[in-house]
Nanobody, 125 residues
């Protein structure tokens, strides 16, 4: 079965950290551009970070720049999103997805992209 699975979400206080993981079954993530997205209640899904297929480019949107770090461990077939200095406004369901491209502050996906089921991140005092 081909799928992506996110894990690592939870409830934390403002200022704390979480590390999300994205792994796959049925295919490998290495050399695939991967993106992280999130959807807060009542809001549209937004892309927040991506990593290129050969890990030579990473991109972060302004709301998370300087606080989140995307990385990949091919030996573990996993892409991570390290989230530090979390804020209440980071509360959302976080998804990973395979992309067509992550480059030059842009990311692209299409109907053939794989998406995970999401993991809930709640930041609350």
């Amino acid at each position: 079965q081909v799928q992506l699975v996110e894990s690592g979400g939870g409830l934390v206080q403002p200022g704390e950290s979480l590390r999300l993981s994205c792994t796959s079954s049925g295919f490998t993530l290495d050399t695939r551009p991967i993106g992280w997205f999130r959807q807060a209640p009542g809001k549209e899904r937004e892309g927040i970070s991506c990593i290129s297929g050969h890990d030579d480019y990473t991109y972060y949107t302004d709301p998370v720049k300087g606080r989140f770090t995307i990385s990949r461990d091919n030996a573990k077939n996993t892409v991570y999103l390290q989230m530090d200095s979390l804020k209440a406004e980071d509360t959302a369901v976080y998804y990973c997805a395979t992309l067509i491209l992550c480059y030059n502050e842009r990311y692209y996906y299409n109907k053939d992209s794989y998406w995970g089921q999401g993991t809930q991140v709640t930041v609350s005092p």
